[in-house]
């Protein structure tokens, strides 16, 4: 395929990870690699920041602040969740694409960079099948974000592995507090991860158990139907053996007719679903009603994703192959996929990249196999543990100052807009 030459743009969307920042490193340092990529463009808050021509000139960052990324938390560039939604909103979506495509001429991109989950994916997939339809050389690739991995076709997601590691820690250390104030009064704690629809993050704490005895004592997964009365008999075991209880539940559990448990249907988010924020206190009100234990919940909330401090090296070095292998396929003329991460051992751990078509990934989502699950379903077995526990390695060394640690913060130095403002 014909060299394409013209500028690059990247941009980010949807929740942060530890680990985000470390995929735009990675776009960034490959591009400048590549002489058909003459200038470095990053979106502000993702394609809404596109639409209204938020553009950073991002070669005027200082080199030492591109590698900082790979430790810096939240969202470089910013983020946003915002969907180009021909289904439900199709004259604005017209109008968004035809914006979209107005800025990339106006600033002659050719490459798009596109870091995100499901809904991301999609948002480049309709993108890249745009730029063919008008006939506009535009290559565009998707980089894999989700602290959920619940993106198909890939065997993990950059994220993934620093929040379960993170996590599993937590539990542990709550787990120790916990235990420390075990009475034959009895009690119980529940954590609450993310995981709408999915529940790796939740599987993932059960790295923390080194015994049988170690939390997490029971996990539950949106994919496993939840039963009151099991749930009780099991929690009511566990206290009458160990004097305590540490449960690990994912944000999206659901009963046996669906519906999420912890859902606030009068709350809505920006894509329509009820905002989640009530799982471990949902069940929390039934172990006190019926057990009559005393009972506390966590809720790690931002905490989980954000927490570059105690990330796993691993995934930091696997997101920044992510974004170098989005701007080689480019260059190489590739166009309308996603970088997947392919793994090629356990013992030792290897792994390489690949790619896969973006209309195989868009609005899919990858759920944990029912035989990577306990019988009773309250915890992950040997099959989860062994994929999981390699993406939890190394270390970081952070930079700090005055004993706290030093991220890399964008100058973001705005682009002269060329076009009237967004109508």
């Keep these: 395929m014909a060299e394409l030459t013209g500028n690059l743009l990247v941009a980010q969307s949807g929740g942060p990870t530890a680990v985000i920042n470390a995929s735009v490193a990675g776009v960034v340092q490959e591009s400048g690699l590549h002489e ?3 200038e470095i463009y990053g979106g502000l808050n993702g394609i809404l920041g596109i639409l209204n021509e938020e553009l950073i000139d991002i070669n005027e960052e200082k080199a030492r602040t591109i590698q900082r990324l790979r430790h ?7 983020t946003v969740r915002y969907k180009v939604d021909f289904k439900k909103k199709p004259e604005q979506a017209a109008k968004d694409i035809q914006r979209l495509f107005d800025v990339f001429a106006a600033h002659d991109i050719r490459y798009f960079m596109y870091a995100g989950g499901n809904d991301s994916q999609d948002t480049a997939h309709k993108i890249h099948q745009e730029a063919e339809q008008r006939g506009y050389p535009l290559r565009v690739i998707g980089v894999p974000k989700t602290i959920d991995n619940d993106l198909p076709h890939t065997d993990h997601c ?10 599993a820690t937590t539990v542990m250390e709550i787990g120790a507090d916990v235990g420390s104030m075990a009475t ?36 539950l997964v949106p994919e496993i139907p939840f039963d009151e009365t099991t749930f009780l008999a099991r929690v009511q075991e566990v206290v009458g053996q160990l004097k ?4 690990v539940v994912g944000e999206g559990l659901k009963n046996a007719a669906g519906e999420e448990i912890g859902a606030d249907k009068t709350h809505l988010d920006a894509f329509g679903h009820p905002v989640l924020s009530g799982a471990a206190d ?19 909330g931002y905490a989980q994703r954000a927490a570059a401090h105690f990330a796993s090296a691993t995934d930091v070095d696997e997101a920044f192959a992510c974004g170098t292998a989005a701007v080689r396929a480019a260059v190489q003329g590739k166009s309308g996929y996603m970088v997947t991460l392919v793994r090629q051992s356990d013992q030792p751990y290897r792994w390489t990249t690949g790619l896969q078509p973006l209309g195989d990934i868009a609005n899919v989502e990858h759920f944990i196999p029912r035989d990577w699950m306990s019988e009773d379903g309250f915890l992950p077995n040997e099959k989860f543990i062994t994929y999981a526990k390699p993406l939890i390695q190394g270390e970081l060394h952070l930079p700090t100052e005055a004993g706290l640690p030093v991220f890399g913060v964008l100058e973001k130095i705005r682009l002269e807009k060329k076009l009237p403002p967004r109508a």
């Design 282 to 300: 949902r069940l929390a009100d039934f172990i006190q009603a019926k057990l009559k234990l005393k009972t506390r919940t966590v809720k790690l």
């Design 158 to 167: 950059p994220g993934f592995g620093s929040v379960i590691k993170y996590n």
């Design 36 to 38: 058909c990529i003459g």
């Design 244 to 247: 305590c209880c540490v449960v």
């Design 184 to 219: 034959e009064a009895g009690s119980c704690c529940i954590i609450e991860v993310m995981g709408r629809g999915a529940g790796w993050i939740a599987a993932g704490t059960a790295l923390a158990k080194r015994t049988p005895n170690d939390p997490p004592h029971i996990t």
């Design 72 to 78: 810096t938390p939240g969202a470089a560039l910013g």
